[in-house]
């Protein structure tokens, strides 16, 4: 046994950096802020856990096999809101520091990756559940990874609260390690296949029954069930939680980091982000919000000069924090941003202060309409229509395609973003640009028909190009694809 400060030196560095986001402290602001009392009972929660789901056991260093690398942990500290803001809980969580293990020996590397529903499913999910009426209904795995069994020998040392060194050898996957994830992932597709759940081959983090009358999607331990009726999804709810134990949310009204507000008559939600934009903004602008920025709504910067490099560069780290929290805003809930966001992500790696001066004034705007974002409708009909177009050439010669995925005029999916290939005219950037959009398409049909979603109309994609349109008449591709039928529209 030793003292915290003697592992400490062994780590050289146990904590990387003082946290600059008051609901995610370090170590040492954790233990050393007015909320201690209140982090020291979320420490002993997660021992709890940890003794319960029998995640380790504990063993003498001389048990652990000559030459075995072993891999330390470090606290990780959340304070959990509700959908409002308001404090929910003070969550510490153990992890082990991945990176220190050995590729091979204490995790596969083809064995990391776990599959997770996307946004663009979120929003399926909801506008099927919109449009048949059906109940909807959200859970949260209570410790997921801590339920799955490893199947690699890792070995781990730890610091316990009298600041003495453990040794442990982990059963069960904890957070942080390389393969954990995948292991979960591997656990819940078993959890859901005795439910009577398969798979799904377009969102491989979706799951649905035989006759489609149960779908859920999951993202790592969230879990979104649409059904006909409460009963069904009491039913799906039983089967799960005879493997693990569920947090059961209700409808959901906070997942992926989106504030969903619902109508009274279920016929009607509203997606948006306002917390975190809040958050966004007393991390990159506290002065602005402390005094109070002017009264008037900011609008896009749209002056081309403020997205190029220039020789006054800005601070690295920060930028791509910013950009980075931005990206995640215009993919969930903000798609008029999409272009703007992209262009100053170009500049990640050599950022300068005209480009921070965009970004930040990026925030300004969505601060001051952060009530803002997507409404899905009940719609009458589910028709899915993808809208591609492109801007021609640029400042580095490369054209820009825009795309727009809808079921029934509701938004599930967009994104702007540079094509890859340089286009030698109009007619070239917007037939790539089309052949985005029908790969959207093809997905799209493929996974609305494992769902057993059956469409009004034929997926249908739209270009205001005649010569795009002209050219895919044309198209090798287009004229022997079995998977999606093509109908181009010129608008």
């Known amino acids: 046994m030793g003292t915290r400060t003697q592992l400490a030196r062994e780590r050289k560095s146990r904590v990387q950096a ?14 050393n802020s007015p909320q201690a009392a209140e982090w020291a009972k979320a420490r002993e929660r997660e021992r709890d856990q940890l003794i319960k789901y029998g995640v380790f056991t504990k063993i003498k ?28 809980k003070y969550k510490a969580r153990k992890v082990g520091r991945g990176f220190t293990q050995e590729a091979g020996i204490s995790y596969d590397t083809n064995k990391t990756y776990a599959k997770m529903m996307p946004p663009e499913t979120l ?20 410790a997921a990874y801590l339920q ?33 994830g995948h ?25 649905a029954s035989a006759d489609g ?57 509203v997606l948006t982000q306002q917390v975190l934009i809040e958050s966004m903004m007393k991390t990159f602008l506290p002065a602005e919000v402390e005094q109070g920025i002017p009264g008037k709504r900011s609008p896009l910067p749209l002056n081309p000069m403020l997205y190029e490099a220039d020789e006054d560069p800005t601070e690295q780290k920060p930028y791509q924090s910013l950009i980075g929290g931005l990206l995640f805003v215009a993919r969930m809930t903000r798609p008029e941003i999409s272009f703007h966001v992209n262009l100053l992500g ?54 820009q395609s825009g795309v727009l995925i809808t079921l029934r005029e509701q938004p599930i999916g967009w994104y702007s973003r540079r094509q890859d290939v340089v286009s030698l005219s109009i007619t070239e950037a917007e037939y790539i640009a089309d052949c985005e959009g029908a790969k959207d398409l093809a997905w799209g049909r493929q996974f609305l028909k494992e769902l057993r979603i059956e469409a009004s109309q034929p997926p249908t994609l739209v270009t205001d190009s005649e010569g795009a349109y002209n050219l895919s008449k044309t198209s090798q591709f287009l004229r022997r694809s079995r998977h999606i039928e093509h109908r181009y529209h010129y608008i």
């Open 123 to 142: 929003k399926i999910l909801l506008v099927i559940a919109l449009h048949r009426k059906w109940a909807i209904r959200q859970w949260d795995v209570i």
């Open 346 to 399: 170009r500049r990640a790696t050599n950022p300068s202060t005209s480009n921070m001066m965009a970004a930040k004034g990026i925030l300004r705007y969505l601060y001051w309409s952060r009530s803002e974002g997507i409404i899905l409708k009940k719609p009458r009909h589910l028709e899915l229509k993808v809208f591609a177009d492109a801007s021609y050439g640029g400042s580095e010669a490369r054209s």
């Open 183 to 207: 292991e979960w992932f591997k656990t819940l597709q078993e959890i859901l296949h005795f439910a009577g759940l398969e798979q799904c081959i377009g969102d491989e983090g979706s799951y």
């Open 213 to 269: 009358q149960l779908i859920i999607g999951s993202h790592v331990d969230d879990l979104l069930g649409i059904a006909p009726t409460e009963a069904d999804l009491d039913k799906a709810e039983k089967s799960v939680e005879k493997s693990v134990e569920l947090d059961k949310r209700g409808r959901p009204s906070l997942i992926l980091g989106i504030e969903l507000s619902w109508n009274k008559e279920n016929t009607e939600v």
């Open 18 to 31: 003082v946290g600059t986001d008051p609901d995610h402290p370090t170590d040492d602001q954790a233990r």
């Open 61 to 88: 260093k001389s048990d652990i096999p000559e030459g075995t690398k072993i891999v330390d942990t470090k606290w990780v500290y959340v304070i959990k809101r509700k959908a409002d803001g308001i404090i929910d």
């Open 148 to 180: 799955a069994l490893l199947h690699h020998d890792v070995y781990v040392s730890d610091i316990n609260e009298q600041g003495e060194i453990e040794y442990w050898k982990l059963n069960k996957a904890l957070y942080g390690l390389k393969q954990a």
